[in-house]
């Protein structure tokens, strides 16, 4: 099964967080910086896809995501457009962020994680404010605590 959707994924290595939210909700400018964060092997930050996401489900429960081949490598930079950066042609999709205002990030996640039902796979799900100034970083914490916790289940 594989879906299209609305969204932004970036990488630690080969491993993907989607991050979600209507027009305007700071997918692309949290997605810049955390690229913008330092890294190198499995902890190099990438891109995978900017707008529009390719899902799908692979035999296992493994999920994998990536771009459209029109949008691979490009991301929209508010004020200044369409800039092209260095992506991964894929990478396997272990959590799901939707992005939401401040008030509404609870302080401490459900224990465990809620999940979210992609391409028939159930995946981690937490919510960010992605204009904290240290959404970057909390998106790289949960994005290495979800590859060190690949027990997902089908939905």
């Given at each position: 099964m594989r879906e299209l959707i609305h969204g932004t994924c970036v990488a630690l290595?080969?491993?993907?967080?989607?991050?979600?939210?209507g027009s305007g909700a700071g997918k692309s400018d949290l997605a810049l910086r955390f690229l913008a964060l330092p890294g190198e092997g499995q902890t190099l930050p990438r891109l995978v896809a900017d707008d529009q996401v390719w899902i799908e489900a692979r035999t296992?429960?493994?999920?994998?995501?990536?771009?459209?081949?029109?949008?691979?490598?490009?991301?929209?930079?508010?004020?200044?457009?369409?800039?092209?950066?260095?992506?991964?042609?894929?990478?396997?999709?272990?959590?799901?962020?939707?992005?939401?205002?401040?008030k509404e990030v609870p302080?401490?996640?459900?224990?465990?994680?809620?999940?979210?039902?992609?391409?028939?796979?159930?995946?981690p799900r937490l919510h960010l404010g992605p204009f904290e100034l240290s959404a970057a970083l909390k998106l790289k914490l949960a994005l290495l605590w979800a590859a060190s916790h690949p027990s997902r289940g089908h939905a």
């Open positions: 290595g080969t491993h993907a967080a989607l991050l979600r939210g296992g429960g493994e999920l994998v995501a990536s771009p459209p081949a029109t949008l691979a490598g490009k991301i929209e930079v508010r004020g200044i457009g369409i800039v092209e950066v260095p992506y991964l042609a894929r990478a396997q999709l272990v959590l799901v962020v939707d992005l939401v205002a401040e302080r401490m996640p459900p224990e465990p994680f809620e999940t979210v039902t992609i391409a028939g796979v159930a995946v």
